[in-house]
């Protein structure tokens, strides 16, 4: 997972600066509507609605503006209808591509990361060409300057799956996606605030990249993520630090 929490950390940057622009509140606020509407409006009961609230509120987002979003879901009120669907395929350089999406209209969403995928030099797979790859997890990532040994102690006493060092120095905890918000909380408790927390899709095989495949590919991830309907891109790319420090 060689430079992973870096990634992260960048994409993290950018979803801040796309907070100011209000655009990831529309994400997140879909989001909390259909994880409430799928899975109940209870926060203790519902894994998914957990980490949608703590996404929203890692974003600034207002208390009254996420319970508003979680009664549109849990049916108080009228509340749009959302499909889920998920696009695979492979960009530039044979990397693995998941674009998860929520839309109220699946010809237009189709056809605009369809577009997005030729522009940049890749091409949309059908369901299931590149989904083998991936599996659900929770990712907790801490800076370099923590108690690697004390974590690493606290991560398997909360029953964390794995703990990863990256190359920039920080820290990976790796959970199950059902027990992403115990463990969470739990290190939370023993001390162990993570700078960024995340139920995401881990790769079981990795594609390295150079400095030129890895601009092409963050040129296709900026334009996924753009779209409106698309909430999460994930990729199976493997990006070194010392590549990462010429993408800043």
Known sequence: MAGHSKWANIKHRKAAQDAKRGK???????????????????????????AAVDK??????????????????????????????TYEGYASGGVAVMVEC???????????????????????G???????????????????????????????????KDMEACDDGSVCVITSFEDFPKIKDELNVSGFTPYSAEITMFASVKVRLDLERAQKLGQLID??????????VHTNADVPAAVLE???
Do not use: W
Request: hydrophobic share 40%.
């Open 246 to 248: 010429q993408l800043d």
């Open 223 to 232: 334009a996924l993520e753009d779209l409106d309907d698309v909430q999460h």
């Open 102 to 124: 929520m839309t109220d209209n699946r010809n237009r969403t189709v056809g605009e990361v369809r577009h997005l995928f030729s522009k940049f030099g890749g091409n949309l």
């Open 56 to 85: 929203a509120l890692g974003s600034n987002m207002k208390r009254d503006t996420i319970e508003k979003a979680i009664m549109r879901g849990a049916g108080a009120g009228e509340s749009e209808n959302y499909d889920e669907v």
């Open 126 to 160: 059908t369901d299931g060409s590149v989904a083998y790859l991936f599996s659900r997890i929770g990712q907790l990532d801490f800076s370099s300057d923590c108690d690697e040994d004390a974590l690493l102690d606290a991560a398997l006493e909360a029953g964390a």
């Open 24 to 50: 990831i509140f529309t994400k997140l606020i879909r989001e909390l509507v259909v994880a409430a509407k799928t899975g109940g409006s209870s926060v203790e009961d519902n894994p998914r609605l957990r």
